[in-house]
């Protein structure tokens, strides 16, 4: 199936030729569905923190994490180019109109342009080429908006897009990421954020963050320390034809496909943080409704540092003086806090093999999740899976 250019294409993208087959052994067969075993609710697997609480948690976080590394992980490689997909389709008409009345979206868009923070951008990119601004020339300020010949936004990431109006200046979504971290995520006069981007738009990225980082390090008198790093190739996934071979380029290489986000566990694996806050390029809201943000991401922390202080506790216990009664209570502790049950063999095995069993379970990264309330919209939710 593989010929020798092949094996050299795998190798230097680190994929065995093992994995490749694998992946399309599973585009003939399909994948496995996931085992759900039961819906995550209040009380198993949610917990439902009361307004009385919340200050107590927000305060928990800052008193323990104020001496430790805290890295803002966001995964900023997406492009823009969905966003803009009305405002495509009516660009490329065609026969180019002016009535809109068809077209809502478009419609939107027009009726306050001024609204949005690339406006003054915008305009300007027009003025430069056709003279006074002409709110009703659609197609061409579309093209001014969304192509190389203007701001290219419809091919750039969204990081890089601007997001908010504020008066006097505006923000990118890489902005608002820098403004968060230095709201929640900063200790020890630093706060760090780590990027994950596309190799075509990496050095776009860097030039901006260092012409922007001394506003923020200003603003909130502290360091803002920013690093990137790029999906890693063996991550990608190998294309198939309708007959489930490689699909190949023009050159005769095989055509691979970026992984999803999934894939970006590997770089979130290579960060030596304490705490780590995981939030997507595009999830940030302006600074009149950051507080909300902020205090349910401290209450997230807090939460997750109370669990992980109890951890280390079980542990250092497990290694010093265990004794039944500890095991018995670290099983309950899995139970009410951690919602797992051990496994049904736990019960038969020796008293150092439980030991060892607790040790394996507790010493493992912990993730806590904010999960946003069902208020009858569409959409999925949080399950328990088995794994396989």
Do not use: W
């Not at 928990?60 to 994490?65: C, L, S």
């Not at 809201?285 to 280390?312: H, N």
């Amino acid at each position: 199936m593989f010929d020798p250019s092949d094996l050299r294409q795998l190798k230097s993208k680190g994929i065995s030729p093992e994995k490749a087959k694998a992946q399309l052994q599973n585009f003939e067969t399909g994948f496995a569905y996931a085992d759900l075993t039961a819906p995550a609710t209040v009380g198993n697997g949610i917990v439902r923190i009361e307004n009385e609480d919340i200050k107590q948690y927000e305060n928990r976080y800052d008193a323990n994490t104020e001496d430790e590394k805290i890295v803002k992980f966001v995964p900023a490689s997406g492009a823009a180019s969905r966003m803009f997909q009305a405002l495509f389709e009516f660009m490329n008409l065609a026969e180019p109109t002016s009535d809109l009345a068809n077209y809502p979206v478009v419609q939107t868009f027009f009726k306050k342009p001024e609204q949005f923070a690339f406006y003054d951008d915008l305009r300007q990119a027009y003025q430069s080429k056709f003279g006074v601004f002409n709110a009703s020339d659609y197609v061409n300020i579309l093209k001014i908006l969304l192509t190389e010949s203007g701001l290219n936004y419809g091919n750039s990431p969204k990081g890089l897009l601007k997001f908010h109006a504020y008066k006097g200046h505006n923000r990118t979504g890489a902005e608002e990421h820098i403004t968060e971290a230095a709201l929640y995520g900063s200790a020890q006069g630093s706060a760090n954020v780590h990027f994950t981007v596309s190799q075509e738009h990496h050095e776009a990225f860097e030039l901006h963050i260092e012409a922007v980082k001394n506003v923020y390090e200003r603003a909130f008198g502290i360091n803002i320390e920013v690093e990137f790093s790029e999906q890693k190739p063996s991550t990608d996934t190998i294309a198939a034809d309708e007959h489930n071979l490689p699909f190949r380029n023009n050159d005769g290489s095989m055509l691979f496909r970026p992984g999803g986000h999934g894939a970006l566990i590997e770089n979130l694996n290579d960060i030596d943080a304490d705490v780590i806050f995981i939030k997507n390029i595009d999830n940030i809201v302006p600074d009149r409704l950051k507080d909300t943000t902020v205090s349910y991401k401290k209450i997230i922390g807090g939460i997750l540092v109370e669990l992980r202080d109890k951890i280390f506790t079980y542990i250092r216990l497990l290694q010093s003086k265990p004794d039944e009664l500890l095991l018995n209570e670290i099983v309950k502790f899995f139970s009410e806090s951690l919602f797992y049950q051990p496994e049904k063999h736990y019960n038969s095995m020796s008293f150092t093999e439980k030991v060892n069993y607790l040790l394996t379970k507790l010493n493992r990264p912990l993730r806590v999740c904010g999960m946003v309330k069902n208020e009858g919209e569409p959409g999925g939710g949080p399950f328990f899976v088995r794994n396989s």
